[in-house]
């Protein structure tokens, strides 16, 4: 089920050494790694469809778990403290990657920009009305959620980036911009400028 490149991560989880070995609720980083492996692997590939990208995020996942496991406490529940670093690791890739579409297809280059979309003078207009229209459906949110969308939405923030400016947890900040979205699902234009 594991690719060629799982396998050479479970190879150097195994032969890692260090000064001390890494336990986790009683077993060995390796033995974690082992066990939970197949089925965190599985839940990506759900999530990404795409094998390449599944394997960087595990990869990146449990190289995460060896770097934080002071942070476990030991007797809570492993696995889903490891399914919160994977998801935590997914968001973060999936965020990472949006940004660089944006950036690929983004105003800011004019060849790519003139050759597939032709600025003209309605477009300008139109571009400039779904905006103010967007900013002011943000702006009537309820007090709770226009912070959040808005430094999310038009800030171009991440979600830990505005949990920080608003002294918010990640999960609140997440909760938060979904339920955003979910009201402002009722005007369909707007909602596809937001996504």
């Known amino acids: 089920m594991v690719s060629d490149e799982c396998a050479a991560l479970d190879d150097r989880v195994r032969s890692t050494k260090t000064k001390e070995t890494i336990f986790l609720d009683g077993k060995p980083l390796s033995a974690v790694f082992g066990q939970y492996r197949d089925e965190l692997y599985a839940y990506l590939l759900r999530q990404t469809a795409h094998r390449a990208d599944a394997e960087d995020i595990l990869s990146e996942t449990f190289i995460k778990v060896a770097r934080f496991h002071d942070s476990y406490q030991p007797g809570t529940n492993l696995r889903a403290w490891l399914y919160k670093i994977a998801v935590r690791t997914f968001l973060n890739h999936h965020h990472q990657k949006k940004i660089e579409w944006e950036r690929f297809t983004s105003d800011e280059d004019p060849e790519f920009h003139a050759a597939s979309h032709p600025e003209t003078p309605e477009t300008?207009?139109?571009?400039?009305?779904?905006?103010?229209?967007?900013?002011?459906?943000?702006?009537?949110?309820?007090?709770?959620?226009?912070?959040?969308?808005?430094?999310?939405?038009?800030?171009?923030?991440?979600y830990h980036e505005t949990g920080r400016a608003l002294g918010l947890p990640d999960g609140t900040v997440m909760s938060r911009v979904y339920r955003a979205r979910r009201i402002l699902e009722r005007d369909t234009d707007l909602y596809n400028v937001l996504k």
Do not use: K, Q
């Open 124 to 158: 300008i207009v139109a571009r400039r009305e779904i905006m103010a229209h967007a900013r002011r459906a943000v702006g009537e949110l309820p007090g709770d959620f226009r912070a959040t969308a808005w430094l999310t939405f038009f800030g171009e923030s991440h």
